[in-house]
């Protein structure tokens, strides 16, 4: 079985707080994002038409705003999104920095564009 990014967040999440008498479901909710959201659109460039996908992964707005930046790559993943949002939400909570967690990515190669 292969292992992803995400599971592999999740992996480290549950062994970090296992052991933590959170009251019963909140450490699960803690771990999902709140929302994730797929955008596919189009843009005319260079003559043609070109269709981009793209995420936005809010996975805690318990403090807000959310904090997360977009990638351009293209290989990024819905899984890859999440993953990052986790870690902002529990990087900005470990250091007292007051906001939630989020992320955004969007399918491209940016070398491609100028």
Excluded at 29 to 37: D, E, F, L, P, R
Excluded at 49 to 74: E, L, V
Aim: aromatic share 10%; net charge neutral.
């Amino acid at each position: 079985m292969s292992s992803s990014f995400l599971s592999d967040v999740e992996a480290f999440y549950d062994l970090a707080v296992k052991d933590l008498a959170l009251p019963e479901g909140v450490g699960e909710k803690i771990k999902v994002a709140n929302a994730t959201y797929t955008t596919r659109f189009g843009v005319r460039l260079r003559d043609r038409m070109f269709t981009f996908t793209g995420w936005r992964s809010a996975h805690s707005n318990h403090q807000s705003p959310a904090k997360g930046g977009i990638r351009y790559a293209p290989n990024c993943t819905v899984e890859e999104v999440e993953a990052l949002a986790a870690l902002m939400t529990y990087k900005c909570a470990l250091v007292g920095v007051p906001y939630g967690g989020s992320k955004g990515a969007l399918c491209l190669d940016p070398s491609d564009w100028t």
